[in-house]
């Protein structure tokens, strides 16, 4: 598909744990399909949930991208300095009769899995205790063009009313992505399968918010092979190794579909990203949720 600049993508980590395989993978189809339409690349660090937030993971995922030759543009943007904005755009919302007080325990919603029936949508006044507030999303199909993935239907009201602040008062991702991407003027997100049901519903959030939306790509996502789960921080994958980038950013080269001569082997860390940003074509990576994680030595 073509894209007309101008161009601006974005990397945006959450600070839960270093950076491993499967976000290597991410981070480089974002970054190469950014500098071969010579667009901007920007770097969010998403700390937003305090509890889920390891130390020092900032840092070590900055340094590993500095490493791994991926150089963004511009000031690192954190999430936690733009609480202002997101009560901002959230109290629009509320103006708009859009959100409604849910008080639902966890418990209520066991065996749901994440679908929320809108036990709570008739409730009007702000109740006592804690609440968080759902987007009220209509019964209707949100439909985009994925840029690896093609045609994509999904249907709002089976992935339930979404939560954009939560009971412990924090702003739900779903919420400061959007948020941030229209501040940012993101126009093309390039991340990984995993997201693809909250594009849908990011989409719709957009277009309430009335912001300009984004292009679309999401990279199949590295499952890990004992498991077939998805390679994460939660399930303990290897950080990226600092001192020696170049083997893991070959092999992370080759799953997206860019392949090295093997003589570049030879070559430095920005010769390998150089040659990644002349050779990519979208169209390389193949149309899949997942792939499963190479051979790493
Ligand atoms: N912060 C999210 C994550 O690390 C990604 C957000 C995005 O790319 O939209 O999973
Ligand atoms: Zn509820």
Request: net charge neutral; with cysteine.
């Amino acid at each position: 598909m073509d894209v007309t600049p101008p161009y601006t993508g974005r990397f945006a980590p959450s600070p839960s744990g270093p950076l491993h395989f499967g976000s290597l993978v991410t981070a480089l189809a974002s970054y190469l399909d950014a500098r071969a339409h010579q667009g901007q690349w920007l770097v969010r660090i998403e700390d937003i949930d305090p509890p889920r937030e390891q130390p020092g993971s900032a840092l070590l995922i900055l340094k590993a991208l500095e490493n791994y030759g991926m150089i963004w543009d511009g000031e690192v943007l954190y999430q936690s300095l733009r609480t202002g904005a997101y009560q901002h755009e959230l109290e629009r919302l509320l103006k708009q009769g859009l959100l409604y007080p849910c008080t639902c325990t966890r418990k209520r919603l066991a065996g749901l899995a994440g679908v929320y029936p809108g036990y709570c949508r008739s409730k009007t006044s702000m109740p006592q205790g804690p609440y968080s507030l759902r987007l009220q999303c209509p019964d209707q199909p949100v439909v985009f063009e994925d840029r690896i993935q093609g045609r994509q239907e999904q249907q709002l009201s089976a992935l339930g009313d979404f939560i954009l602040r939560r009971k412990d008062n924090l702003y739900a991702y779903q919420l400061a992505v959007c948020v941030d991407d229209a501040f940012q003027k993101i126009s093309h997100v390039v991340r990984g399968y995993d997201l693809m049901d909250s594009t849908s519903k990011q989409l719709y959030l957009q277009s309430v918010l009335g912001y300009r939306q984004p292009a679309y790509a999401h990279v199949p996502v590295i499952t890990a092979n004992n498991t077939g789960e998805k390679l994460s921080k939660q399930n303990h994958a290897a950080p990226l190794p600092l001192d020696e980038p170049r083997p893991l950013l070959i092999k992370a080269m080759n799953v997206i579909g860019v392949d090295l001569d093997i003589s570049l082997n030879h070559c430095s860390v920005e010769e390998i990203i150089h040659w990644g940003v002349k050779h990519w074509r979208i169209n390389n990576i193949i149309q899949s949720s997942s792939i499963p994680l190479p051979p790493l030595s």
